[in-house]
């Protein structure tokens, strides 16, 4: 196993970083209140102790805690505290006596954040996400107060970003320091478009693993929309991550999410390359196209082809694939009553040559997730798959499984190709539990499997 991904799974479930700097600024003399949060600049998976002393006891102490994103978007949160007789608080083990959150949850003033200035955009990026600021204040009913920030990056210190534009394949780069060997991952974004490069990218190559994160449309040189994108562009890919990772390691794996973890599925089940897959709020069921085609293709529309031909999607020949109802979940349910449509769609899943992880919410808004995970877990069970493969599911959680710890109170946004809002789905408590776990199930998953490979 390589040591680095080791250590970083061990920070990421202890919370403690080895360089931690506890952030401690008093506003009076050394007796007076103050706030402790640590560590002061680490990635946005690790999560944060926060703790007050020096109030009065008993008093009422609120917590704020603001920041702005590189795209000029304003959140805050804030929750109200007893002092314990000590003068006192844990906010790790502490339920809040009101505010933005309820129960205890160490990092509920993080994920119970809501946006009180900007609009949330999903548009595709091409730049590297820069760290943020979060300040903090505690502030008593007497007047006592104490201030504190931390940094958050999704970018560990000695990672490299690197942009690729090179035999017709788009895509950055982000690679762990030192020499490696490091396995490789490949990120597939979804119906956005444009570079993956928002959540899970940049975090992996901060946990040791050298990461592609591969646009396959909405950028220049790519189709306009998720329309016809031939399947051959991601064994290029493949090749291309192979060359620069060979001979001293031998493991790429493919993690997407939504229409990315569908292909996901798909890619690893055309290619052996591919030795694990991780898919998030994926189907196991080739869905149709989405957006404008190409000027002047006037083949069949689907999302992906095959030398040339469309894939089969469930929608084609599907007899209650026109019976349009208003919820998008449901007019998926009803295709999905077409058995016949449904198995000509599925993905061969079952010729994958490598552990898979599937990850769904119930709570789903933009389709069933979790019914089109199970028919590729069905799939994979039925054939005896030699791998292990899984399917987790988290019941308060939507289609917005990201890796922790960024606010999850807007489930809204609109949709950069469609220009229409859609609703992610789940509560933003049961979204957080559900990004913790699944993070920390892909890490151990994707260590394993590459302790695996040779």
Same mark, same amino acid.
């Given at each position: 196993?390589?040591? =680095?991904? &080791?250590?970083?799974?061990?920070?990421?479930?202890?919370?403690?970083?080895?360089?931690?700097?506890?952030?401690?600024?008093?506003?009076?003399?050394?007796?007076?209140?103050?706030?402790?949060?640590?560590?002061?600049?680490?990635?946005?998976?690790?999560?944060?102790?926060?703790?007050?002393?020096?109030?009065?006891?008993?008093?009422?102490?609120?917590?704020?805690?603001?920041?702005?994103?590189?795209?000029?978007?304003?959140?805050?949160?804030?929750?109200?505290?007893?002092?314990?007789?000590?003068?006192?608080?844990?906010?790790?083990?502490? &339920?809040?006596?009101?505010?933005?959150?309820?129960?205890?949850?160490?990092?509920?003033?993080?994920?119970?954040?809501?946006?009180?200035?900007?609009?949330?955009?999903?548009?595709?990026?091409?730049?590297?996400?820069?760290?943020?600021?979060?300040?903090?204040?505690?502030?008593?009913?007497?007047?006592?107060?104490?201030?504190?920030?931390?940094?958050?990056?999704?970018?560990?210190?000695?990672?490299?970003?690197?942009?690729?534009?090179?035999?017709?394949?788009?895509? &950055?780069?982000?690679?762990?320091?030192?020499?490696?060997?490091?396995?490789?991952?490949?990120?597939?974004?979804?119906?956005?478009?444009?570079?993956?490069?928002?959540?899970?990218?940049?975090?992996?190559?901060?946990?040791?693993?050298?990461?592609?994160?591969?646009?396959?449309?909405?950028?220049?040189?790519?189709?306009?929309?998720?329309?016809?994108?031939?399947?051959?562009?991601?064994?290029?890919?493949? &090749?291309?991550?192979?060359?620069?990772?060979?001979?001293?390691?031998?493991?790429?794996?493919v993690h997407g999410t939504s229409r990315g973890g569908e292909l996901a599925l798909l890619v690893a089940s055309?290619?052996?390359?591919?030795?694990?897959?991780?898919?998030?709020?994926?189907?196991?069921?080739?869905?149709?196209?989405?957006?404008?085609?190409?000027?002047?293709?006037?083949?069949?529309?689907?999302?992906?082809?095959?030398?040339?031909?469309?894939?089969?999607?469930?929608?084609?020949?599907?007899?209650?694939?026109?019976?349009?109802?208003?919820?998008?979940?449901?007019?998926?349910?009803?295709?999905?009553?077409?058995?016949?449509?449904?198995?000509?769609?599925?993905?061969a899943v079952e010729r994958i040559r490598g552990p898979v992880l599937m990850v769904s919410g119930r709570d789903?808004?933009?389709?069933?997730?979790?019914?089109?995970?199970?028919?590729?877990?069905?799939?994979?069970?039925?054939?005896?798959?030699?791998?292990?493969?899984?399917?987790?599911?988290?019941?308060?959680?939507?289609?917005?499984?990201?890796?922790?710890?960024?606010?999850?109170?807007?489930?809204?946004?609109?949709?950069?190709?469609?220009?229409?809002?859609?609703?992610?789905?789940?509560?933003?408590?049961?979204?957080?539990?559900?990004?913790?776990?699944?993070? =920390? =199930?892909?890490?151990?998953?994707?260590?394993?499997?590459?302790?695996?490979?040779?």
């Amino acid at each position: 196993m390589n040591p =680095r991904i &080791a250590l970083s799974r061990r920070n990421f479930v202890s919370g403690a970083a080895a360089s931690a700097v506890i952030a401690t600024r008093r506003i009076s003399a050394a007796a007076g209140p103050t706030i402790r949060v640590q560590p002061d600049n680490d990635l946005q998976d690790i999560p944060l102790s926060i703790r007050l002393s020096g109030f009065a006891p008993g008093q009422p102490v609120t917590v704020t805690a603001e920041m702005v994103t590189r795209e000029h978007l304003r959140w805050r949160s804030a929750a109200t505290f007893v002092a314990g007789a000590d003068g006192e608080v844990d906010v790790g083990t502490t &339920a809040p006596v009101g505010g933005s959150y309820s129960g205890v949850s160490p990092m509920g003033l993080i994920w119970s954040m809501e946006r009180i200035a900007g609009r949330e955009s999903d548009a595709p990026t091409t730049s590297i996400r820069l760290p943020v600021t979060v300040a903090f204040r505690a502030e008593a009913e007497n007047g006592e107060r104490a201030d504190a920030s931390v940094v958050r990056a999704t970018v560990g210190p000695g990672v490299t970003f690197k942009l690729l534009e090179e035999d017709g394949l788009r895509g &950055a780069w982000y690679l762990p320091p030192g020499d490696g060997p490091h396995p490789a991952v490949i990120v597939l974004g979804g119906s956005n478009g444009g570079l993956p490069v928002r959540f899970a990218a940049p975090l992996l190559a901060s946990h040791g693993y050298a990461t592609l994160a591969l646009a396959y449309f909405g950028l220049p040189g790519l189709p306009r929309g998720l329309v016809n994108i031939p399947l051959e562009y991601f064994g290029k890919a493949i &090749a291309h991550v192979r060359a620069a990772i060979a001979p001293r390691n031998d493991f790429v794996a493919v993690h997407g999410t939504s229409r990315g973890g569908e292909l996901a599925l798909l890619v690893a089940s055309l290619y052996a390359d591919i030795r694990a897959v991780v898919a998030v709020v994926p189907s196991g069921v080739v869905v149709g196209a989405l957006g404008l085609s190409e000027p002047g293709d006037r083949r069949p529309r689907g999302a992906w082809t095959l030398e040339g031909k469309p894939v089969p999607d469930m929608g084609q020949n599907n007899r209650y694939a026109n019976s349009w109802v208003a919820d998008p979940v449901q007019r998926f349910l009803n295709a999905m009553r077409d058995r016949d449509a449904v198995e000509r769609a599925t993905i061969a899943v079952e010729r994958i040559r490598g552990p898979v992880l599937m990850v769904s919410g119930r709570d789903d808004h933009i389709w069933p997730s979790f019914e089109l995970a199970e028919i590729a877990r069905r799939r994979l069970g039925g054939h005896n798959h030699p791998w292990p493969f899984e399917h987790i599911s988290y019941p308060d959680a939507g289609h917005g499984t990201v890796p922790p710890y960024a606010p999850t109170t807007a489930a809204t946004i609109v949709h950069p190709v469609t220009g229409r809002a859609i609703t992610f789905g789940g509560t933003p408590k049961g979204q957080i539990e559900a990004n913790v776990a699944y993070w =920390r =199930r892909t890490l151990d998953f994707l260590a394993e499997a590459a302790a695996h490979v040779r």
